[in-house]
T-cell receptor, first 117, second 111 residues
Framework: DTGVSQNPRHKITKRGQNVTFRCDPI?????LYWYRQTLGQGPEFLTY????????KSRLLSDRFSAERPKGSFSTLEIQRTEQGDSAMYLC???????????????FGPGTRLLVL | DQQVKQNSPSLSVQEGRISILNCDYT??????FLWYKKYPAEGPTFLIS?????DKNEDGRFTVFLNKSAKHLSLHIVPSQPGDSAVYFC??????????FGTGTRLKVLA
């Protein structure tokens, strides 16, 4: 049973550097989500893909953030010119469309913890 | 604007007793609710969900209750076990892909 995987698990970088995270969803799941979690808060929605199409981006996702999902499989989240405020846990989740009228459940990966010095 | 609130940041319960975790929401359009458990350094793990057409859903030791008129849901764990010690998040959605999470309740089950 392969769940959602994320790499790297931890990343320490200096302010101003670029970082890229990868997410591999559960294989049959065609929907993929990115969330960000800061200390003492719950996960906050960032963006959503259905197959390779990015269908929504939160206003939390500034111009320095870009996400891709080429070929509708794995996804990458890149942060350019990192700032100390970007320090957080970045979570990826995936889901399979439920039956008509039913909301599907999102399954989360272990997250990538980013620390910007 | 916190649409989903977990007002108790922590809860301690004796092993074998019932744990009750609470969650309140403000958006009446929410129609699907979930509970996730999170251990340190891991992602949230799905526990149980409930649709707004129901008021109760059970899965083993876990039961979720939904009171739509009060905009309140609760998670009951019976009996509580030390391995249940974790942070519990409730989440809600209005039939879409965007989950709105609460801030979490840290449960500690004492042996």
């Amino acid at each position: 049973d392969t769940g959602v995987s994320q790499n790297p698990r931890h990343k320490i970088t200096k302010r101003g550097q670029n970082v890229t995270f990868r997410c591999d969803p559960i294989s049959e799941h065609n929907r993929l989500y990115w969330y960000r979690q800061t200390l003492g808060q719950g996960p906050e929605f960032l963006t959503y893909f259905q197959n390779e199409a990015q269908l929504e981006k939160s206003r939390l996702l500034s111009d320095r953030f870009s996400a891709e999902r080429p070929k509708g499989s794995f996804s990458t989240l890149e942060i350019q010119r990192t700032e100390q405020g970007d320090s957080a846990m970045y979570l990826c989740a995936s889901s399979f469309p439920g039956l008509a009228g039913l909301t599907e459940t999102q399954y989360f990966g272990p997250g990538t913890r980013l620390l910007v010095l | 604007d916190q649409q989903v609130k977990q007002n108790s940041p922590s809860l301690s319960v004796q092993e074998g007793r019932i744990s009750i975790l609470n969650c309140d929401y403000t958006n009446s359009m929410f129609d699907y609710f979930l509970w996730y458990k999170k251990y340190p350094a891991e992602g949230p793990t799905f526990l149980i969900s409930i649709s707004s057409i129901k008021d109760k859903n059970e899965d083993g030791r876990f039961t979720v209750f939904l009171n739509k008129s009060a905009k309140h849901l609760s998670l009951h764990i019976v009996p509580s076990q030390p391995g249940d010690s974790a942070v519990y998040f409730c989440a809600a959605t209005s039939g879409t892909y965007k989950y709105i999470f609460g801030t979490g309740t840290r449960l500690k089950v004492l042996a």
